[in-house]
């Protein structure tokens, strides 16, 4: 089977991070060498698209050399509207900051392809809520930095020093929270069950000093044009992200993948064999991905597992497992240390 593309985050990330090393005298030339960021080749080409598991890294390389759990919330003040490309000048064109959040959950896959995002409206609030993909290892530093950046291009557009209401976090309680609570001005949960920021409903339904119907419609559409581009270079990566994204919710296959990408199953199937895979094969892989990953956590019961994944019972389940790696899911997980 060919081998799937990882997944991506813009080179806008790492740059931001490097300026904000360089802004407290630190040099992020050998830390980016170290995680295996070319900054020279990002420098000639900034729509070039860096790897998750080393963008990760990098943020591990940096969390050590600054010993600093807050260092992500720094690097909000080095992200600028242009450094998500088109996206970001789409962000700031709308007519008010609750069309521009719906525009990011859109195309949020332009800035990084490795989570799932999503808006919840209630009557007072607006909630941006990120979760990333199982198997997929983000750093926390990275969820603090995306929102540091998007309290800086609200608060440009707005002025409202108090248009968060709280923050909730998905990553440990800090030694320290005192630079979460300074920096967002609200209440902050650690250890929650998602990443989220609530904002005011009423603020973000408010017309932004820089929104632009023609500007938003030409931004939107080079979006559009960035976005195509992107997604052609692998059916079988597509294939196998929508994959990833509803297994555990329901059960893909070839018809309701298709019909996301509006082709035919015949078109879908004829795509993915030319790049030497198939739909069956990519479902396969992406359960003994997600088995592998399920069965590492102790914590999720064999039974959930099974579910899950869309078996109808254990024994189906075990039988498979069986198959793919000569042991059996029990056998598996007591292996694992």
């Not at 992500?72 to 521009?100: D, I, K, P, W, Y």
Request: proline share 4%; aromatic share 8%.
């Amino acid at each position: 089977m060919k081998q799937v593309q990882p997944y991506t985050t813009l080179a806008s990330w790492p740059m931001a991070v490097s300026r904000a090393l360089e802004a407290q005298g630190i040099d992020a030339k050998p830390l980016l060498a170290e995680a295996g960021i070319d900054i020279a080749l990002l420098k000639l080409s900034p729509e070039e698209r860096i790897p998750v598991i080393k963008m990760t890294h990098f943020w591990k390389i940096v969390e050590q050399k600054t010993a600093n759990q807050a260092f992500g919330l720094t690097v909000g003040e080095f992200v600028h509207s242009m450094n998500f490309r088109a996206l970001g000048l789409l962000f700031v064109t709308c007519q008010n900051l609750a069309e521009a959040l719906e525009k990011l959950i859109r195309y949020q896959v332009i800035i990084s392809d490795s989570v799932n995002t999503r808006l919840i409206r209630k009557v007072d609030s607006i909630g941006l809520v990120i979760e990333p993909l199982d198997t997929v290892d983000i750093s926390p530093l990275a969820i603090d930095a995306f929102f540091s950046s998007l309290l800086k291009h609200c608060h440009e557009l707005l002025g409202d020093n108090k248009l968060i209401e709280r923050i909730e976090l998905m990553r440990s309680a800090p030694e320290n929270p005192k630079a979460w609570k300074n920096l967002f001005n609200c209440s902050i949960t650690f250890d929650a069950e998602y990443n989220a920021v609530w904002m005011k409903r009423e603020s973000l339904e408010q017309p932004t000093n820089m929104g632009d119907v023609f500007l938003a419609h030409q931004n939107e559409q080079v979006v559009l044009q960035y976005l195509e581009k992107m997604q052609t270079s692998s059916w079988a990566y597509r294939t196998s992200q929508i994959i990833h994204k509803t297994l555990v919710n329901n059960e893909p296959t070839l018809a309701s993948v298709a019909a996301v990408f509006n082709i035919t199953e015949r078109t879908l199937s004829r795509r993915l064999k030319e790049e030497q895979t198939s739909f069956r094969l990519l479902l396969q892989h992406k359960r003994i991905e997600l088995a592998e990953y399920y069965l590492s956590n102790k914590a999720i019961s064999i039974t959930e597992i099974t579910f899950n994944l869309g078996f109808t019972d254990i024994s189906n389940f075990s039988r498979a497992f069986q198959r793919w790696k000569n042991q059996t899911p029990t056998e598996y997980r007591a292996q694992i240390k």
